[in-house]
């Protein structure tokens, strides 16, 4: 089992950057592929990118490709996402999530959720 955290949200400017930290616990973490979503108000929660258990192998949203990064630190145990020219759309709680198996877009596939961190982009 294990269990998530998420922290660095915050207010930024468009244009701005951020970077999401998702603190893993358990002695397992590097054998769990890690994912980020988020979720805007009054709509669905969407996949934002993941990455399996080396780091080697990530996928990302088409809305943020070339401007996030995931990426992971297993002695830390620890995942990140870097996010780049932020826009207003990107506002929403954003969740890290983990699952046994290769990285997913598919929210139902992942078993362990952190509670989220709120990213506001204003315009």
């Known amino acids: 089992q294990v269990q998530l955290v998420e922290s660095g949200g915050g207010l930024v400017q468009a244009g701005g950057s951020l970077r999401l930290s998702c603190a893993a616990s358990?002695?397992?973490?590097?054998?769990?592929?890690m994912g980020w979503f988020r979720q805007a108000p009054g709509k669905e929660r969407e996949f934002v990118a993941a990455?399996?258990?080396?780091?080697?192998?990530?996928i990302y949203a088409d809305s943020v490709k070339g401007r996030f990064t995931i990426s992971r630190d297993n002695a830390k145990t620890t995942v990140y996402l870097q996010m780049n020219s932020l826009k207003p759309e990107d506002t929403a709680v954003y969740y890290c999530?983990?699952?046994?198996?290769?990285?997913?877009?598919?929210?139902?596939?992942?078993?362990?959720w952190g509670q989220g961190t709120q990213v506001t982009v204003s315009s």
């Open positions: 999530a983990a699952r046994v198996g290769i990285p997913s877009y598919r929210s139902s596939l992942y078993g362990y």
């Open positions: 358990g002695r397992t973490f590097s054998t769990y592929a």
């Open positions: 990455i399996n258990w080396s780091g080697g192998s990530t």
